[in-house]
């Protein structure tokens, strides 16, 4: 199975700031690498495909890169709505569907 | 409203069953294969199963497979996962979850999920 390993596990940021968070695969995916957003008590939201395909509906601020192995996700400017936690999960050796650890982005 | 309603979660001792649904409704069920993700308190997301369209194809996590059965009825548009045997381990909030119409292995839609507690 495909390891997805997210770092940090979690991160303080202030509001306006610009943000990194970094997924990295145990081989290579090529671009199939896929970010959700998850709210304390909610669903996890869809915000991000093929490493860097912005979902429909989803802020412009955000956006992802990468392939191969490391890939990242980037919040260009950090909103109050954005606090939250980040999941990657990788789509490239299925089944089984994995997903990292997750990055939980605080208020600083 | 395209949604997803999860229900059937509660309470029960180890080694018991629980068959939860998932109710789809404002797309097209039958044309998604469906997953269901869970994830255990203050822990991350794990997949636990898939199901194609016509749900003749189905896929377990190591951890449920020869326990957890996943099945769809698409004139229902609902979606199901049978679970025996039941482990504390497999407490958690169970996420039914809409992959995109390629099938390609990740989620555009989830419900809000349904809590289970193994527990004696």
């Known amino acids: 199975d495909i390891q997805m390993t997210q770092s940090p596990s979690s991160l303080s940021a202030s509001v306006g700031d610009r943000v990194t968070i970094t997924c990295r695969a145990s081989?290579?995916?090529?671009?199939?690498l896929n970010w959700y957003q998850q709210k304390p008590g909610k669903a996890p939201k869809f915000l991000i495909y093929?490493?860097?395909s912005l979902q429909s509906g989803v802020p412009s601020r955000f956006s992802g890169s990468g392939s191969g192995t490391d890939f990242t996700l980037t919040i260009s400017s950090l909103q109050p709505e954005d606090f939250a936690t980040y999941y990657c999960q990788q789509s490239y050796s299925t089944p089984p569907i994995t997903f990292g650890q997750g990055t939980r982005l605080e208020i600083k | 409203e395209v949604q997803l309603l999860e229900s059937g979660g509660g309470l029960v001792q180890p080694g018991g069953s629980l068959r939860l649904s998932c109710a789809a409704s404002?797309?097209?069920?039958?044309?998604?294969?469906m997953s269901w993700v869970r994830q255990a308190p203050g822990k991350g997301l794990a997949w636990v199963s898939a199901i194609s369209t016509s749900g003749g194809g189905t896929f377990y996590a190591d951890s449920v497979k020869g326990r957890f059965t996943i099945s769809r009825d698409n004139s229902k548009n609902t979606l199901y996962l049978q679970m025996n045997s039941l482990r504390a381990e497999d407490t958690a909030v169970y996420y039914c979850?809409?992959?995109?119409?390629?099938?390609?292995?990740?989620?555009?839609?989830w419900g809000r999920g349904t809590l289970v507690t193994v527990s004696s």
């Open positions: 979850a809409k992959e995109t119409l390629n099938a390609d292995w990740y989620f555009d839609l």
């Open positions: 081989q290579s995916i090529s671009s199939y």
């Open positions: 404002g797309f097209t069920f039958s044309s998604y294969a």
């Open positions: 093929a490493a860097s």
